[in-house]
């Protein structure tokens, strides 16, 4: 019987399908939409591989309906809090994310939400759409500067360096704060003295709600925060409350708590003093693509007794 291999969508961009295809039978969640975990279940059985996105619910449930041929879970995306990683650990089995594809695109996202936070382009675009602009007023669309600003990076990963080199071209003065950089500043300083925070870290227990009312206090009245990292490592209630008093300028948001979001739409999405965007740091074609095909690497690698690629790290 030929190896099966299970992914969690029908199509993904570039070539990780075809190219799966010729090594295993491929088995596909017919859409492209998440799946129901018992959707995925029905499918596992006897699957050695499965590529999956980072929203998939992939836990020991699913890995048990895979079985003992399970060997690897090769995530199409770079945070992996979706997998149950002590599960994986105990049944022998690697997991891999898709580091080097998606920094410089994630960092382009998290630096358009900067600005449009900052100059308040939602506002001024929603004023211009809905016909309430006329004419040029002296103190109408007023925002905060991005050039010569203070930029406080929450994490020091791939994505946050990308953000700082394309600081360096608006004259920004970079801090950052990380658990491993010898020149990390603390987290106090760099609340008190940014004007924009951005958060590149991933959600982890440790990082969980890191961004709490006390933190948004520490801030200044200017700043703005920005996260394209994942929804839980803010108090979105807290962050709510700050933004609405007045007690920090602004926020960008690419991540929430609860995605999918649905109809029921956070009132972040609403506030308008928040830019928000539905969880696209990514996408870009040919990154997208590129995280795919990194995907599929890291399972051809597997099924031809290679060591996986870029698996996550221990
Ligand atoms: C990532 O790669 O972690 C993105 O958030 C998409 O899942």
Redesign the pocket.
Known sequence: MRTRVLTTRESFPGTALPRLAQAADVVSWPGTDKPAPADLAALAPGVTAILA???DTVDAALMDAAGPSLRVIALA???YDNVDRVAAAERGITVTH?PGT?AETTADLAFALILAARRRLGAANASLMSGGWDTFRMHEYLGLDVHGATLGLIGYGQIARAVARRARGFDMRVLHHSRTSPDSVPLATLLAESDIVSLHVPLTPETHHLIGARELAAMKPTATLVNTARGGVVDEEALLDAVRAGRIHSAGLDVFAREPMGADLSPLVKEPNIVTTP?I??ATESTRAA?ADLAADNILDVLAGRPARTPIPG
């Open positions: 996105l980072g929203n995306s770079m945070g898709t998606l969880h740091g990514s995280m």
